[in-house]
């Protein structure tokens, strides 16, 4: 299995509406490692790490997020795996 990881910046209408609480759910669901969090500026940020199919459903969950969430822009980079994404937080 090969292991990607993606690392994701989310701007819109997305603080407020349980993004992160519902990615976390989605990305344990899928089996996805990493971590996402508010940022002071508005958007989200979010790494995501596993399979590649489990992430790229991470990363096109992103584009639409929760029925509250007013996506504008995903801002995605690929980066190396780390290995060290065991489980899936939302961190402070």
Same mark, same amino acid.
């Given at each position: 299995?090969?292991?990607?990881? @993606? ?15 519902y990615a976390r +759910?989605? @990305?344990?669901?899928?089996?996805? #490692?990493?971590?996402?969090?508010n940022l002071s +500026?508005?958007?989200?940020? @979010?790494?995501?790490? #596993? ?34 994404? #065991?489980?899936? @937080?939302?961190?402070?």
């Amino acid at each position: 299995m090969e292991r990607v990881r @993606a690392h994701v910046l989310i701007s819109g209408r997305v603080q407020g509406v349980s993004f992160r609480a519902y990615a976390r +759910d989605r @990305a344990r669901a899928v089996g996805v #490692g990493g971590w996402i969090r508010n940022l002071s +500026d508005g958007r989200v940020e @979010a790494i995501f790490e #596993g399979s590649r199919s489990a992430v790229q459903q991470m990363v096109s969950w992103c584009y639409s997020g929760p029925i509250l969430a007013t996506v504008e822009k995903v801002e995605l980079t690929w980066e190396q795996p780390t290995g060290k994404e #065991g489980s899936f @937080a939302i961190v402070w």
